[in-house]
């Protein structure tokens, strides 16, 4: 063992990742030794245990980005997040397991589909639509994949202190091994393990960050008292504070939180799991909706646990840090709560001859503590230097995806480091396991056997190569885009409008409505993909600014909407998927309904 490395990162921490690796590995191992079959391959030999299925869902739909990602963005906006909690568990489980996951698990069974592009094409028999979907999976899921291979990577480096390269050699390498060799089966087997170091990691963060603060009342209603701390640019467009929601309204730019919130936070990430490829094929693992409904349970204190722990946990890091903060140095330059001392101050340091010097351009919202660091002249006229306590995100240098790790370091024993080291990696390998699993079927058997119905070779041979092309490619795309993974962590926001408006009309009507036809679903699929990439590139003032194409057409401005305020924050899925929708059902009712025999084997009991 590398004595250095050992010195700086602890003996305890390299042995808890060295022996989570092995157990992974083993476990992935255990899934290749029990797949003989495609079937096994590729959806678990449609045997899977309704907890394993529960912890696989969970696991992969939370990654690293959702516990620090979404994370922080609560220790910026506040509880409003939550509402992204509730939609995870009433959409994401409940409407899922009880209500899609029966329909998609008999017919997915009856059609012998062992993919979600291929359990649509069945559906609508048509070879187009499951190449369509393939390719589509296939060209964007990398890109989603490499933001969760780089938070995941960057992480490992950060905490081992070792090279970049080398974690995100390391990191794809193990999840490679266990996705190629053990299939859907390992994939499955090594989401359970890391759902429940996951479950046990954000129990703890919840209950030692309430004990820190004094109890649950005690906690809330600190954050509650904060309010006027809420920096000036969030106040311009509605923030309230961080218990309470953002001012509702349209045509104004005080209500672009709401609908960033709301539309973007809730709806796009909240509605587009429904059509995640990677879960949907889920629901055929399993042997029957008895199985299904067991699942619901842990599914839903699993996704509270997970994403109720992060937005909570993120929310009262400004409670904790404006408790127990640094101190920070300044100049008063605008009162804000007289009674409770809370003002935005103008940051100062000593310079070497022990002077006071403003930090240019850096302002603070704290409260003041009562002393002083000491005083300075201006105008002639003696200005105390005060100390205060600030609010996460100045602790975090406006990083808002520095505000769990950095609230982890300072609030949680260091013992929980390593525990809160192998929940992010957990979190980050069972999602990427499962991508990695969704493109090589999908390029392999959705689109190369389609394409090449006389292909020589197994199903599981061809699917292998496609894995390990996905993974090259987004193993590229993660060595590239580390310094300057903006477009790559947009991508994740695309891929999920994507397949929302994409493909959900057409999984829905194809389960649900029996006069949906081929050309309705084709129609459907490429309006969807049609009106959320305009939407993306021309009118999402956040991702099309990043795009760089709609700054051609408009002298510069990022949005084809900039004029018209809260138009340039509302997420493609609002307009996207009611378009998609509606041209679904006009087009199933133009066209000629599906033949009997494709329907009653469709949906025979």
Same mark, same amino acid.
């Not at 997040?81 to 017919?107: C, D, K, Q, S």
């Not at 960033?260 to 587009?272: E, K």
């Not at 300072?410 to 957990?426: D, Y």
């Given at each position: 063992m590398n004595l250095e490395l050992a010195n700086t990162v602890g003996v305890g921490s390299i042995l808890a990742v060295v022996v989570y690796l092995l157990v992974v590995v083993y476990l992935g191992w255990l899934g290749y030794r029990g797949t003989k079959s495609a079937t096994d391959y590729l959806v678990a030999g449609r045997k899977a245990h309704p907890v394993i299925m529960a912890l696989s869902?969970?696991?992969?739909?939370?990654?690293?980005?959702?516990?620090?990602?979404?994370?922080?963005? $609560?220790? !910026?906006? /506040?509880? +409003?997040?939550?509402?992204? %909690?509730? #939609?995870? *568990?009433?959409?994401?489980?409940?409407?899922?397991?009880?209500?899609?996951?029966?329909?998609?698990?008999?017919?997915g069974h009856a059609l012998d589909a062992h993919t979600f592009p291929e359990l649509l094409g069945r559906r609508f028999?048509?070879?187009?639509?499951?190449?369509?979907?393939?390719?589509?999976?296939?060209?964007?899921?990398?890109?989603?994949?490499? $933001?969760? !291979?780089? /938070?995941? +990577?960057?992480?490992?480096? %950060?905490? #081992?202190? *070792?090279?970049?390269?080398?974690?995100?050699?390391?990191?794809?390498?193990?999840?490679?091994?266990?996705?190629?060799?053990?299939?859907?089966?390992?994939?499955?087997?090594?989401?359970?393990?890391?759902?429940?170091?996951?479950?046990?990691?954000?129990?703890?963060?919840?209950?030692?960050?309430?004990?820190?603060?004094?109890?649950?009342?005690?906690?809330?209603?600190?954050?509650?008292?904060?309010?006027?701390?809420?920096?000036?640019?969030?106040?311009?467009?509605?923030?309230?504070?961080?218990?309470?929601?953002?001012?509702f309204g349209f045509g104004d730019k005080k209500?672009?939180?709401?609908?960033?919130?709301?539309?973007?936070?809730?709806?796009?990430?909240?509605?587009?799991v429904l059509a995640q490829p990677q879960l949907v094929v889920r629901f055929m693992t399993v042997k029957s909706k008895r199985e299904l409904n067991r699942a619901v349970p842990v599914g839903g204190v699993f996704i509270l646990l997970m994403t109720g722990v992060a937005f909570i946990v993120g929310s009262l890091s400004n409670a904790y840090f404006n408790k127990y903060g640094a101190d920070i140095s300044g100049r008063v330059v605008k009162v804000l709560d007289a009674e409770k001392n809370m003002a935005v101050i103008q940051v100062m340091n000593k310079d070497q001859s022990g002077a006071w010097l403003d930090v240019e351009g850096k302002l603070a919202p704290v409260r003041l503590t009562g002393e002083t660091a000491g005083a300075i002249i201006i105008e002639s006229k003696d200005v105390a230097v005060l100390k205060g306590k600030s609010?996460?995100?100045?602790?975090?240098?406006?990083?808002?995806?520095?505000?769990?790790?950095?609230?982890?370091?300072?609030?949680?024993?260091?013992?929980?480091?390593?525990?809160?080291?192998?929940?992010?990696?957990?979190?980050?390998?069972?999602?990427?396991?499962?991508?990695?699993?969704t493109m090589g079927t999908g390029i392999g058997r959705d689109v190369y056997e389609q394409l090449n119905p006389k292909h020589a070779g197994g199903t599981m041979g061809i699917t292998r190569c496609g894995i390990v092309l996905g993974i090259v490619i987004a193993v590229v795309l993660s060595y590239f885009a580390q310094k300057s993974p903006i477009i790559i962590?947009?991508?994740?926001?695309?891929?999920?409008?994507?397949?929302?408006?994409?493909?959900?009309?057409?999984?829905?009507?194809?389960?649900?409505?029996?006069?949906?036809?081929?050309?309705?679903?084709?129609?459907?699929?490429?309006?969807?993909?049609?009106?959320?990439?305009?939407?993306?590139?021309?009118?999402?003032?956040?991702?099309?600014?990043?795009?760089?194409?709609?700054?051609?057409?408009?002298?510069?401005?990022?949005?084809?909407?900039?004029?018209?305020?809260?138009?340039?924050?509302?997420d493609p899925l609002i307009v996207a998927l009611p378009i998609s929708i509606l041209v679904a059902i006009i087009i199933a009712f133009m066209t000629k309904t599906p033949k009997k025999e494709l329907l009653d084997k469709c949906f025979s009991k």
């Open positions: 869902y969970g696991a992969t739909f939370i990654s690293t980005s959702a516990i620090v990602g979404f994370g922080g963005a $609560a220790g !910026l906006f /506040g509880f +409003s997040v939550l509402w992204l %909690t509730f #939609l995870n *568990i009433f959409v994401g489980i409940f409407i899922a397991f009880v209500f899609i996951g029966g329909p998609a698990r008999r017919m028999d048509s070879k187009f639509i499951q190449v369509f979907a393939g390719v589509l999976i296939f060209v964007f899921m990398p890109l989603y994949s490499s $933001a969760v !291979l780089i /938070g995941g +990577s960057e992480f490992l480096s %950060t905490q #081992l202190g *070792i090279d970049y390269n080398v974690a995100l050699l390391v990191f794809s390498v193990i999840t490679a091994a266990y996705v190629i060799m053990g299939g859907l089966k390992g994939v499955m087997y090594t989401d359970a393990l890391q759902g429940a170091i996951m479950f046990i990691g954000m129990g703890i963060l919840l209950v030692w960050t309430y004990i820190k603060l004094g109890g649950m009342t005690a906690g809330h209603q600190a954050l509650t008292d904060m309010a006027s701390l809420v920096p000036g640019k969030l106040r311009e467009i509605g923030h309230q504070g961080w218990t309470a929601m953002p001012l209500y672009d939180l709401w609908w960033t919130v709301i539309s973007t936070i809730t709806m796009g990430v909240g509605i587009g609010i996460s995100v100045v602790y975090a240098g406006g990083n808002v995806g520095q505000i769990i790790p950095l609230y982890v370091t300072s609030a949680m024993p260091k013992w929980f480091g390593v525990i809160f080291l192998l929940t992010l990696l957990s979190a980050a390998m069972s999602t990427l396991s499962s991508q990695f699993h962590a947009r991508a994740t926001a695309i891929f999920f409008g994507l397949c929302a408006s994409t493909f959900l009309p057409a999984l829905l009507g194809g389960l649900f409505f029996k006069r949906m036809t081929k050309a309705a679903a084709i129609a459907s699929m490429i309006t969807g993909f049609v009106a959320t990439s305009f939407w993306l590139i021309f009118v999402k003032a956040q991702e099309a600014g990043d795009i760089g194409i709609v700054q051609k057409f408009t002298d510069g401005k990022t949005s084809i909407l900039s004029g018209f305020p809260n138009w340039p924050v509302v």
